[in-house]
């Protein structure tokens, strides 16, 4: 599974345990086909579903969630477009913010 957390300010690979003690504000489930559901917790992840989560005040549209989805590469991509998306409203991003992107690989 290929995660990246925006931590600290700065993109960076996720581990298992990036999430533990964060008060998650939304946790969102992507299907492959890009079909979103809210959840209160990450789930496990069948191949080429993703997940984003966060905790802290992350300025983006659930439709943006799965646009952005649909359109990556692969979890980093992703998570990179939702901040992109993020700054340019609110122009800047806090330390305290904390996103999690994760998206399980199809295996070849």
Known sequence: MAGYCLKNGRIQEAW?????G???AAVFH???DGEMKELNEIPALSEGEGVLAYAGEFYIDPLEVQVEF???AN???WLEAL???HTDRARQV???????AEIKEVDA
């Open 75 to 77: 979890a980093e991509k």
């Open 30 to 32: 992507l299907a492959a």
């Open 83 to 85: 901040v992109l998306r």
């Open 22 to 24: 964060q008060k998650l």
């Open 16 to 20: 298992g345990d990036d999430a533990a």
């Open 94 to 100: 806090s330390g305290d913010l904390f996103v999690l």
């Open 70 to 72: 649909l359109k990556a």
